[in-house]
Every structure is written in structure tokens, then in C-alpha cells.
């Protein structure tokens, strides 16, 4: 009997629980078949999870095939109606060991092909224990998941759930494990990962999470977040930004806009100038902090001033690392409702022209390391990454999973050289 096969589309959450469903598919001993982990986050996501079931039928005409994640869950008929699809899960019961068991013990025959229960009903995230995942030297922890914030762009919500909570107790414990497994550098991830602790005893903050898992993991000798709502971050973290040096000086930005009218529309509960703030707050407290930021582009009613904003937002932050999502309407969203004002070759355009500002600021970035040294995490022979999570190539080989100390000589595209 032949193992299942996974394919995951999207974040990295997606890609963590793809690896706790692998040991859950394995434990319920599910043979041949194929699972597809999707996201939803735009409606190019979802036409690409689409496209890539098809693929995945075609070459593996005789598995079963089962359709999973956040596209899934926000809309399982129209999956179910596929002639590719098998058997449709929701979020939550992909997480669940009897999904998989009553998968495995009779697929179509006594098991309903969708299983798909109501998102918004979910009070509680498990913490699933896996050995980590992508290289030997980095992993991913779960602490949260789900958000109780409704922007208007965003269907995530719908395919996640309200906001929900890993117990820093056991999120401590997992970290403890992958320590002992030799991680040298961790990862905290959630959906909206600055509203941990909202709905545990007491309402802890994510920077009382960050600074009991320093103290409570002294072997840890990188800690990263994944992402941040930067309106979000407590008193505890921004401790932990000045204080504490195996925190990584890179934070990932929720800002999505730069003008406060389009902010407003989106639903976001920050302004122009608390990104502005929070970011020279943050590098005067870590002077090497580098920051990246989701930016949408051509969200409808967007004019070209308030596009401007945007743009010029990358230089008044200082962003580096910059994801650029052109403007996708989902239905069900209130974005999809408002007056779509602004065409799709217009999107294109200011998408790219926000990819070549983000560009220009990664070149500056690389040139400013020039001859500086760093503590780089190695990930492959070849190659690694700075505490900036710049890419690093090496002239020799680098024992993996190892944080070497060298010397930048060049760079090479969006790569250092050392």
C-alpha cells in the first residue's frame, strides 16, 4: 500500500498543518491517495487550486483524491461537484485523527463526501506536535489561529474561524521538543498571530508569550515571528525588540494600504502614520531591524494619489521585504460590493510599479551589508540566511542546520555573497 501524497498551496500555516495531516493520514493508515491542501486568499489562489486538482487526477488517475484548506472549506460543493474530487474536509476536521481513520477504513462508502462543519463554531486550537518542517535548521510552531477581524478585502475569516489560542504552556513544551531535535531557529505562526492570548485566562499578549519562551527555552538560540499586525504590538514585545537579541530583528507588517482614506474602507484599525510611528519606534529600539509588509494593489475606489500613498509608504517605513497582492474581489466580502472603479490592466500596473519600489529597497538593503559580518542560519550547503532573513550564498560548503559566522563579500541578485 502506497503512502498518500500531499500538495499544499498557500501559507505557511497550510504548510504546517499539511505535515500534522501526513502524520494523522499515516497513523489512520490511509493508502493511495492524494491531498490537496489549498488557500483562498484571492480568487487567483482559488482558480489555481482548481487547476492543480485537475493536474493531480491526471497524474494519479487511479488515487483518491481529497480536497482540503481554507477554498475548501469556504465553498466545498462547488469542489464536491468536481469530477476529479472524491472527498471535500473543512479545516477543522482535517485536524481531527477519526477524519482520517473513516477515511482510511472506507472512503466514499460510509464516509460522506463532504465533511465540512460551520468554521465560526470552533472555540479551541490544538496544538499539533510535529518534528517541524522545510529544513533541518528552521521549524514552525502553530500558536493561533483564525481572526475576529473583518476586513473588507479578506475571505480568510471565513475559512479560519474566530480567533483561537495555543496555551503558552504547551506551545513552550513543543518549542522544548524541537530544541532537543537540534532547531536552531523557530518560527512562531498563526493567521493574525498579534491577537494571541485574547481568549486564554488572564489575556496574555503575544510579547508575554515571546519573553516566557526566551526564558523558558535558553538553548533556543533564534526565535522569529511569521507576521504582525503592527497596531497590535504590546508593551511586552516591543521589551522583547530592545532586549533581546535572539528575537530576530525582522518583522513581517499586515499594513495592506498607505493612504488612511482607502485604510478606512479596507476596515483596517490602523492609519498611515501608527505604521510610520511603529516602524521608527521599533528600528530605534533594534537599529538593524529590517521590516517586509502585505500591500494590496488597485483596491476598488483606489485613485492614483492614493496609490501614491502606498508607494510612498515602502520609503517612509523603510520596508524591505514586500508581498504585493494585486486586488482580487471575493464574493461574500464587502469589498466585493463597493463600486469596482479601478481595471485590471491599472491593478497590473501599480502592482508592479510597488514590486519595483520594493525592489529598489532590497538592492539598498544588500549594498548596506557590504563587508559587515553576520551569524548566518544555514539551510542548504550553499546557501542561508541572516537574523534579516536575507538569503545568504556561500563561496564553500556550510554544514546544514548550523549558524556560521561570515562576511559579506557581494551580492548576487536578491542574494548575498559570502
Known amino acids: 500500500m502506497s503512502a498518500p501524497r500531499f500538495t499544499t498551496l498557500g501559507c505557511r500555516l497550510n504548510a504546517y498543518e499539511t505535515e500534522a495531516m501526513k502524520a494523522l493520514a499515516e497513523q489512520a493508515g490511509l493508502g493511495d491517495a492524494v491531498v490537496i491542501n489549498t488557500c483562498a486568499v484571492t480568487q487567483e489562489a482559488v482558480r489555481k487550486a482548481r487547476q492543480e486538482i485537475r493536474r493531480l487526477r491526471r497524474e494519479n488517475p487511479d488515487a483518491r483524491l481529497i480536497v482540503t484548506g481554507c477554498a475548501a472549506q469556504i465553498d466545498p460543493d462547488s469542489f464536491a461537484a468536481m469530477a ?16 482520517w481513520q473513516g477515511l482510511a477504513a472506507d472512503f466514499i462508502g460510509e464516509t460522506e463526501k463532504v465533511q465540512v462543519n460551520d ?90 508569550l515571546v519573553m516566557r519562551l526566551l526564558r523558558l527555552v535558553p538553548g533556543l538560540p ?5 507576521s504582525i499586525d503592527s497596531i497590535e504590538a504590546d508593551e511586552n514585545l516591543m521589551l522583547a525588540i530592545a532586549s533581546e537579541p535572539r528575537l530576530m530583528p525582522h518583522l513581517h507588517l499586515s499594513l495592506q494600504h498607505g493612504d488612511d482614506l482607502i485604510l478606512k474602507r479596507m476596515k483596517r484599525r490602523h492609519l498611515r502614520d501608527d505604521a510610520i510611528r511603529f516602524c521608527e519606534e521599533a528600528r530605534k529600539l533594534r537599529p538593524d531591524m529590517t521590516f517586509g509588509a502585505d500591500i494590496i494593489a488597485g483596491f476598488p475606489t483606489e485613485t492614483e494619489a ?60 544588500l ?47 536578491h542574494q548575498l555573497t559570502a
Not at 137 to 145: G, K, L
Not at 314 to 338: K, M, N, Q
Open 222 to 226: 533564534r526565535l522569529r515571528l511569521s
Open 119 to 208: 468554521i465560526m463554531s470552533v472555540t479551541e486550537t490544538a496544538g499539533h506536535l510535529i518534528d517541524g518542517f522545510g529544513t533541518r535548521s528552521r521549524a514552525y510552531v502553530q500558536i493561533q489561529n483564525g481572526c475576529d477581524h473583518r476586513c473588507t478585502f479578506c475571505i480568510i475569516p471565513y475559512g479560519r474561524g474566530n480567533s483561537r489560542s495555543v496555551p503558552a504552556g504547551v506551545v513552550v513544551d513543543q518549542v522544548l521538543r524541537l530544541v532537543d531535535q537540534g532547531y536552531n531557529e523557530v518560527v512562531l505562526t498563526g493567521v493574525d498571530l498579534t491577537s494571541w492570548g485574547a481568549d486564554l485566562p488572564g489575556a496574555p499578549r503575544l510579547g508575554d
Open 84 to 99: 476529479e474530487v472524491d472527498a471535500v474536509i473543512g479545516n477543522t476536521e482535517k485536524m481531527a485523527p477519526e477524519t
Open 306 to 365: 492614493h496609490f501614491d500613498n502606498s508607494l510612498k509608504l515602502v520609503e517612509d517605513c523603510g520596508l524591505t521585504w514586500l508581498h504585493v497582492f494585486p486586488y482580487s474581489s471575493r464574493p461574500g466580502t464587502p469589498a466585493a460590493r463597493i463600486p469596482q472603479k479601478v481595471n485590471g490592466a491599472v491593478i497590473k500596473d501599480r502592482a508592479a510599479r510597488l514590486r519595483a519600489a520594493g525592489d529598489a529597497r532590497v538592492q539598498t538593503h
Open 367 to 413: 549594498q548596506a551589508q557590504q563587508g559587515r559580518a553576520h551569524a548566518v542560519l544555514t539551510e542548504a550547503p550553499d546557501m542561508g540566511r541572516t537574523e534579516q532573513f536575507t538569503e545568504v550564498r556561500f563561496a564553500t560548503p556550510q554544514p546544514v542546520g548550523q549558524i556560521v559566522r561570515c562576511t559579506i563579500t557581494g551580492q548576487s541578485g
